[in-house]
């Protein structure tokens, strides 16, 4: 598998590409989408894309961690962790692309 | 959120934009990212996050209700790790 990385600068060049606006602004959009779903996230929002799958907010309680190096106990505070869940659509399709040849 | 809520959020905050094009260019983005994913290459999105696939071996499984042992072909599945800029926001801005 020869992998690449694409960035932002890939998605602004496909809505570019797709919808003809200027290249700034399509940057300017992928920027606020980005923005959008980070702020409903921030709220503790489900932020659920049809055929793509969803984010969820999950709240961690408190539990007592170690630091690896020294063996110290530190307490790892409550906190709230994003988790994501592809939808059957995506899963199915990077497994019909990849499966094959793995 | 949903999808649509999305679009029309966009389409609020760009009000010289047409409903369809707001569409495209959401549906467009996420296209984009599951192609490349498709594809086995890796989308970081800096300060969001990154999607990747990660490879699961074949195994053993078993059906829960009967206990019967079946085997689970290796498969590939979608992975994000949620970005630290976004990580430290879902925490009221505390590292």
């Known amino acids: 598998m020869n992998e690449r990385t694409v960035t932002r600068a890939q998605l602004s060049e496909a809505v570019y590409q797709e919808v003809g606006l200027s290249r700034n602004e399509s940057a300017d959009l992928v920027e606020t989408i980005l923005n959008e779903i980070s702020d409903a996230l921030s709220r503790g929002e489900t ?38 869940r592809a939808s059957h659509v995506l899963k199915n399709r990077v497994n019909d692309a990849n499966g094959a040849s793995a | ?11 609020e905050l760009n009000p ?7 569409e495209r260019i959401v549906t467009t983005i996420f296209d984009e ?10 989308v970081e999105l800096r300060g969001f996050g990154a999607f990747s696939v990660k490879q699961r071996d074949a195994r053993l ?16 599945i979608p992975f994000f790790k949620t970005g630290k800029q976004l990580r430290e926001r879902l925490n009221g801005g505390e590292v």
Request: proline fraction near 5%; aromatic fraction near 6%; hydrophobic fraction near 35%.
């Open chain 1, 47 to 84: 932020v659920k894309i049809s055929s793509f799958g969803s984010f969820f907010v999950r709240q961690k309680g408190e539990r007592i961690g170690r630091n690896p190096k020294t063996g110290e106990e530190v307490p790892i505070r409550p906190r709230r962790v994003l988790v994501f």
């Open chain 2, 1 to 11: 959120m949903t999808k649509s809520e999305l679009i029309m959020r966009i389409g």
């Open chain 2, 16 to 22: 010289h934009l047409f409903h369809r094009d707001v």
């Open chain 2, 33 to 42: 990212i599951s192609a490349a994913l498709a594809r086995g290459d890796r």
């Open chain 2, 61 to 76: 499984g078993r059906n829960p209700r009967t206990g019967d042992s079946v085997s689970v072909a290796s498969k590939v």
